[in-house]
């Protein structure tokens, strides 16, 4: 069993920048995929970042200003957001999961509650 409590969600003017957390419990974190997904009001949740033991993936809505990073020593998954756009508020979930495609939020075990992002224009 593996616990997800996301933090680092706010409001932010477009061009900002935040970084969200996401802290999982268990001693077996580093065996996991961990993702990132995204709601908006009215939209489906949409893939935002994975990141694998040893690859990164992204969604081409955020390639380039987003990044996903994790420290297994302390079961912490990261998402450093940059040029934020109002397009990107959404409540942002971590996800932990082993399963492909990592793209795909079915394929995942575990979730977060959620953390709230919004962007100002």
């Known amino acids: 069993q593996v616990q997800l409590v996301e933090s680092g969600g706010g409001l932010v003017q477009a061009g900002g920048s935040l970084r969200l957390s996401c802290a999982a419990s268990g001693r077996t974190f580093s065996s996991y995929t961990m993702g990132w997904f995204r709601q908006a009001p009215g939209k489906e949740r949409e893939f935002v970042a994975a990141?694998?033991?040893?690859?990164?993936y992204y969604a081409d809505s955020v390639k380039g200003r987003f990044t996903i990073s994790r420290d297994n020593a302390k079961n912490t998954v990261f998402l450093q957001m940059n040029s934020l756009k109002p397009e990107d508020t959404a409540v942002y979930s971590c996800?932990?999961?082993?399963?492909?495609?990592?793209?795909?939020?079915?394929?995942?075990?575990?979730w977060g509650q959620g953390t709230q992002v919004t962007v100002s224009s």
């Open positions: 990141i694998s033991w040893s690859s990164t």
């Open positions: 996800a932990a999961g082993t399963r492909r495609p990592y793209t795909i939020a079915t394929m995942y075990d575990y």
